[in-house]
C-alpha cells in the first residue's frame, strides 16, 4: 500500500470499495450467511441491553437518547403502516335532503393513502443531498490533491503525501514527529475562518470554522480536512444571532464552498438555510 506502485501512484478503474461487491456477484456468498445473521442479530439483543446497563454518566445519557430516537422512529413506522390500511370517513359528504332506507347504513369511505415511511426517507435524505448551491462539481484525482514526498537516507521512500489544497484543523492540532507524519498539510494552506454569504440577507459575514462535514471526493478528504469546491463546512454562526422556532440560539450551521480556495488564498461560502 505504501510504494510507489501503491494504491496512491496508479489510478485503479475500480474504486477499492467495491472489489467486495464484485467478489459477491462471481462467488456469491457463504453458505452458512443467512444463519449466522440471523444468530448475530438475536445475540445483538443482550449485547445492547448490557451495554446500556453498564454505560454510566454522559455515555449512559447518549446511549439512553439514541435508542429514545430509534424508538420513536419505530413507532412512527408502525403507526403510518397501520393507518395505510385504514378506512377513513370523507368529511363534507353528508347529502343533503332525505336518503332513501338503503342508503342510511351506507357512509362515504376512502382508503388512506400514506406513503410508506422507507418512501418518505429517501426523500428527505435526497432532498438534503442535492438542495446545495453547487450540486455537482467536477471530481478530483489523488495525484492533483497530494504531492508525493521522497523521504529516506536515499530518497527512495515514497509513502509520504503533501495535501496541495487548502485545510482545516482543529484547534487542538498537533502534528505527529515529521517522521512518522503521512500526510503533511502546510501551514500556509490551513484555514480558519471563510466569508460566508447568507442567501436571504444577501449579507457576507466572515466567520470562524467549527469542522469539514462532507467533501464531494470522499470520506478519506473529510476526514483530513480537506477544503476543495463544493465541500459543505461548518460554520459558527453565534454572531449572527439566529434563533430557531423554539427560541433557542443557533450556534452552528451548514454552508457550501463556492470557489477554489488553494487559487483565492481565501474561502468564499454560501450559508444552507
Same mark, same amino acid.
Given at each position: 500500500?505504501?510504494?510507489?506502485?501503491?494504491?496512491?501512484?496508479?489510478?485503479?478503474?475500480?474504486?477499492? =470499495?467495491?472489489?467486495? *461487491?464484485?467478489?459477491?456477484? /462471481?462467488?456469491?456468498?457463504?453458505?452458512?450467511?443467512?444463519?449466522?445473521? /440471523?444468530?448475530?442479530? !438475536? /445475540?445483538?439483543?443482550?449485547?445492547?441491553? #448490557?451495554?446500556?446497563?453498564?454505560?454510566? =454518566?454522559?455515555?449512559?445519557?447518549?446511549?439512553?437518547?439514541?435508542?429514545?430516537? *430509534?424508538?420513536? &422512529? @419505530?413507532?412512527?413506522?408502525?403507526?403510518?403502516?397501520?393507518?395505510?390500511?385504514? *378506512? #377513513?370517513?370523507?368529511?363534507?359528504?353528508?347529502?343533503?335532503?332525505?336518503?332513501?332506507?338503503?342508503?342510511?347504513?351506507?357512509? $362515504?369511505? $376512502?382508503?388512506?393513502?400514506?406513503?410508506?415511511? &422507507?418512501?418518505?426517507?429517501?426523500?428527505?435524505?435526497?432532498?438534503?443531498?442535492?438542495?446545495?448551491?453547487?450540486?455537482?462539481?467536477? %471530481?478530483?484525482?489523488?495525484?492533483?490533491?497530494?504531492?508525493?514526498?521522497?523521504?529516506?537516507?536515499?530518497?527512495?521512500?515514497?509513502?509520504?503525501?503533501?495535501?496541495?489544497?487548502?485545510?482545516?484543523?482543529? *484547534?487542538?492540532?498537533?502534528?505527529?514527529?515529521?517522521?512518522?507524519? /503521512?500526510?503533511?498539510?502546510?501551514?500556509? @494552506?490551513?484555514? #480558519?475562518? !471563510? +466569508?460566508?454569504?447568507?442567501?436571504?440577507?444577501?449579507?457576507?459575514?466572515?466567520?470562524?470554522?467549527?469542522?469539514?462535514? #462532507?467533501? %464531494? +471526493?470522499?470520506?478519506?478528504?473529510?476526514? @483530513?480536512?480537506?477544503? &476543495?469546491?463544493?465541500?459543505?463546512?461548518?460554520?459558527?454562526?453565534?454572531?449572527?444571532?439566529?434563533?430557531?422556532?423554539?427560541?433557542?440560539?443557533?450556534?452552528?450551521?451548514?454552508? $457550501?464552498?463556492? +470557489?477554489?480556495?488553494?487559487?483565492?488564498?481565501?474561502?468564499?461560502?454560501? @450559508?444552507?438555510?
Amino acid at each position: 500500500l505504501c510504494g510507489a506502485g501503491g494504491w496512491f501512484g496508479r489510478n485503479n478503474a475500480m474504486p477499492q =470499495g467495491e472489489h467486495i *461487491e464484485l467478489h459477491r456477484k /462471481r462467488y456469491g456468498r457463504r453458505l452458512d450467511h443467512f444463519e449466522k445473521k /440471523r444468530k448475530k442479530d !438475536a /445475540r445483538q439483543v443482550h449485547q445492547r441491553s #448490557k451495554q446500556a446497563q453498564k454505560a454510566l =454518566g454522559i455515555k449512559g445519557k447518549m446511549l439512553a437518547k439514541e435508542r429514545y430516537k *430509534e424508538k420513536v &422512529t @419505530l413507532k412512527k413506522t408502525l403507526a403510518m403502516a397501520k393507518e395505510r390500511d385504514t *378506512e #377513513k370517513k370523507v368529511p363534507g359528504q353528508d347529502p343533503e335532503g332525505a336518503v332513501p332506507a338503503y342508503l342510511l347504513d351506507r357512509e $362515504q369511505v $376512502q382508503r388512506a393513502k400514506v406513503l410508506s415511511n &422507507t418512501i418518505k426517507q429517501k426523500r428527505k435524505e435526497k432532498a438534503g443531498k442535492w438542495e446545495v448551491p453547487l450540486p455537482k462539481v467536477r %471530481p478530483m484525482a489523488e495525484d492533483e490533491v497530494f504531492k508525493v514526498l521522497h523521504s529516506g537516507k536515499r530518497r527512495k521512500k515514497s509513502w509520504k503525501r503533501m495535501i496541495t489544497k487548502a485545510t482545516f484543523v482543529g *484547534e487542538n492540532f498537533t502534528r505527529k514527529p515529521p517522521k512518522f507524519e /503521512r500526510f503533511i498539510r502546510p501551514s500556509g @494552506l490551513r484555514f #480558519k475562518k !471563510a +466569508n460566508v454569504t447568507h442567501p436571504e440577507l444577501n449579507c457576507t459575514f466572515q466567520l470562524d470554522i467549527l469542522g469539514v462535514k #462532507k467533501n %464531494p +471526493n470522499g470520506q478519506m478528504y473529510t476526514s @483530513l480536512g480537506v477544503i &476543495t469546491k463544493g465541500t459543505v463546512i461548518e460554520m459558527d454562526v453565534s454572531e449572527l444571532g439566529l434563533v430557531t422556532p423554539g427560541g433557542k440560539v443557533v450556534w452552528g450551521k451548514y454552508a $457550501q464552498v463556492t +470557489n477554489n480556495p488553494e487559487n483565492d488564498g481565501c474561502i468564499n461560502a454560501v @450559508l444552507l438555510v
